[in-house]
């Protein structure tokens, strides 16, 4: 089975320190994501990676950035955390399958920001 | 923007009953559709996901999918109290696939009630 690591379950952090959400998966999928989830907006798309070094911007990418420098690793960075930023936050990977991108989520983390 | 709705609920079901769950996506040009359950406290999982037009079944689930309406549903056969979680409808972000993620809905709560 593939498997999603985030580092964090749990983070507590105030606002305008720097954070990092890391996250590491095994099966040497190319295809990386950072979502985050919120009660009535459910799960938006942050920022995502096709290949080390390589980033896209999501749907929701402000206030963030990531880094993938190696392809097993996809870090999400919030370089002042403000508390509109409280939130879950998922790890996916994911590798074509018949046709299909399919996502395996991590179990994710959860931050606050006071 | 592309958009996936799903009704909210709850949708409460006696167990033994069918449960049925619908989507509707706006991009036309969509080609991958995904269903994923997600418990209370726990990461989206997926279930099944369809490309093509009409029925593919796994298990109690069967997904149906009709594009010319732009729209997904998921049936549960025999629902068992297991199956009450949040359901998630999700839909590739980009037409024909590849690596940009998906476009998630904010999800169906469902309740089968012992």
């Known amino acids: 089975d593939v498997k999603v690591t985030q580092s964090s379950r749990y983070l507590v952090k105030r606002t305008g320190e720097k954070v990092f959400l890391e996250c590491v998966q095994d099966m040497d999928h190319e295809n990386m994501f950072w979502y985050r989830q919120d009660p009535g907006l459910g799960l938006r798309l942050i920022y995502f990676s096709y290949d080390v070094k390589m980033k896209e911007k999501g749907d929701i990418p402000e206030g963030y950035s990531v880094s993938r420098e190696k392809k097993e690793r996809f870090s999400l960075i919030l370089e002042s955390a403000s508390t509109n930023q409280t939130s879950m936050y998922l790890c996916a990977s994911s590798l074509p399958l018949s046709g299909a991108n399919v996502l395996t989520f991590g179990a994710g983390s959860r931050l606050t920001v006071l | 923007q592309k958009e996936v709705e799903q009704n909210s609920g709850p949708l409460s079901v006696p167990e033994g009953a069918i449960a049925s769950l619908n989507c509707t996506y706006s991009d036309r040009g969509s080609q991958s559709f995904f269903w994923y359950r997600q418990y209370s406290g726990k990461s989206p999982e997926l279930i099944m996901f369809?490309?093509?037009?009409g029925d593919k079944e796994d298990g109690r689930f069967t997904a149906q999918l009709n594009k010319a309406s732009q729209y997904v549903s998921l049936l549960i056969r025999d629902s068992q109290p297991s199956d009450s979680a949040t359901y998630l409808c999700a839909v590739n972000q980009a037409s024909g696939g590849g690596a940009d993620g998906l476009t998630f809905g904010k999800g169906t709560h469902l309740i089968i009630q012992p």
């Open positions: 369809i490309y093509s037009n």
